[in-house]
């Protein structure tokens, strides 16, 4: 089965521009999260969809971040207006529907999309 | 609150010698744990992980884990090192229905 796709792998722009980070997930994959790793740091949540439904948005730092999942298939992640401290790079991952099985647990991530903001 | 250490930043070992990445975690109860690893321009794969039973865990590319209840520890470690097996290297927690966790990652890098 293809992989987790992420677009664009690396992103460059200037601070108060706007990017949209997208992702494919694996196909029939319920569940996607996207985390974000700034300057080193530890990879930290940022929200899940189950479905097209947000199950958890408690990580979005700030209303700057707005996520996106029409029909359940792929995500975007609009940054808009990107500041200075938006950089890192953001990892989308998948999973299938959440159960009590070890499978499920399991989340299979994409190569990351790469934020630059000057 | 939920949190995992790994306390080595940065780690360099010459090829064929053994390996250990440190990984600790706090929480209430055990969580499942994972070790992933990010090779240049690739995802995080998964190497190993753990859930329950038998508390070393055999994973991927010759890697094996230690889970240490009494430590709080899940210790990563591979015999002989490869050149290839240099990365970044993520511990990760969760508990069932809530979010991963992960440490702030470990690079190896591998002397020739």
């Known amino acids: 089965e293809a992989g987790v796709t992420q677009f664009p792998s690396h992103s460059v722009i200037e601070k108060g521009q706007t990017v949209t980070l997208r992702c494919d997930p694996i196909?029939?994959?319920?569940?996607l999260y996207w985390y974000r790793r700034v300057m080193g740091k530890e990879i930290k949540f940022l929200l899940h969809f189950v479905k097209e439904s947000k199950q958890d948005e408690s990580g979005m730092p700030n209303n700057r971040f707005l996520a996106e999942r029409t029909g359940g298939t792929y995500s975007t992640l609009k940054v808009q207006p990107a500041e200075l401290e938006d950089s890192g790079v953001y990892f989308c991952a998948s999973s299938r529907q959440l159960a009590a099985t070890s499978g499920a647990n399991v989340l299979t991530f994409g190569a990351g999309s790469r934020l630059t903001v000057l | 609150a939920q949190s995992v250490t790994q306390p080595d930043i940065h780690i360099t070992v010459s090829e064929g010698a053994s390996l250990e990445l440190r990984c600790n975690y706090s929480y209430g109860a055990t969580p499942y744990l994972f070790w992933y690893v990010q090779s240049p321009g690739q995802g995080l794969q998964l190497l190993l992980k753990y859930f329950s039973g038998d508390t070393l865990v055999q994973g991927i590319k010759g890697f094996e884990a230690e889970f240490k209840r009494s430590q709080s520890s899940f210790n990563l470690r591979k015999p002989s090192v490869h050149w290839s097996d240099a990365a970044e290297y993520f511990c990760a927690a969760k508990n069932y229905g809530q979010n991963f966790v992960f440490g702030p990652g470990t690079r190896l890098s591998v002397l020739p």
């Open positions: 196909s029939g994959h319920d569940n």
